[in-house]
């Protein structure tokens, strides 16, 4: 069973940082794209960042460029979200998902969730 | 970027119902569609793609297809469990981006 289990949320100052992390179990984690998605009561859910199975390959929506980095550690079937400058937008509940692709190229949705982990942006 | 627009945003049904909810593109080329239902408290969970019209392990009741520039995921009977909100997002290109969600109540 895949299994997808977020940490390290919590409350951060405005133009702080945060680590998120996510601990991938029950699958190939090396295979597979990941990744991260937030949920605000009031945008809903955005895209935050994806990575490729090796890395060495990244994308990050617009308004993290630049601040927020993802990375993995395949040896550690670990995904992370350095969270750097962060603004009272930024305050959601972070969700770490899988690619369904596994062969190379990502397929650009989400087939496993993990239960999220919120971060809250205090002023 | 893609703008996704859901319709309705709510939708007020009774156990038994149809219900459809539509998501439209902003850019009329999206070819690549996907279907999540999140209950209360919970994660979104993938239901299925506008390609495949259905997906294992999921409910026959549940279809998606998509016509011209619209997609459309039908209940054909609601359940107790469906009760829920449902978004739509495009897969076609990044940023990845949802519809607003639509939150199917009980009647």
């Known amino acids: 069973e895949v299994q997808l289990v977020e940490s390290g949320g919590g409350l951060v100052q405005r133009g702080g940082s945060l680590r998120l992390s996510c601990a991938a179990s029950g699958f190939s984690f090396s295979s597979y794209w990941m990744h991260w998605v937030r949920q605000t009561p009031g945008k809903g859910l955005e895209w935050v960042a994806n990575i490729k199975q090796n890395g060495d390959e990244k994308h990050y929506v617009e308004s993290v460029k630049g601040r927020f980095i993802i990375s993995r550690d395949n040896a550690q079937n670990s995904l992370f979200l350095q969270m750097n400058s962060v603004r009272a937008e930024d305050t959601a509940v972070y969700y770490c998902a899988r690619d369904p692709g596994d062969n190379g190229d990502g397929w650009y949705y989400f087939d496993n969730w993990g239960q999220g982990t919120l971060v809250s942006v205090s002023s | 970027d893609i703008q996704m627009t859901q319709s309705p945003s709510s939708v007020s049904a009774s156990v038994g119902d149809r219900v459809t909810i539509t998501c439209r593109a902003s850019?009329?080329?999206?070819?690549?569609l996907v279907w999540y239902q999140q209950r209360p408290g919970k994660a979104p969970k993938f239901l299925m793609s506008s390609a495949s019209g259905s997906q294992s392990g999921v409910p026959s009741r549940f279809s998606a297809s998509a016509s011209g520039t619209e997609f459309i995921l039908t209940i054909s009977s609601l359940q107790p469990e469906d009760f829920a909100t449902y978004y739509c997002q495009q897969a076609d290109r990044l940023p990845l981006t949802f519809g607003g969600g639509t939150e199917v109540e009980l009647k």
């Open positions: 850019l009329g080329s999206v070819t690549w």
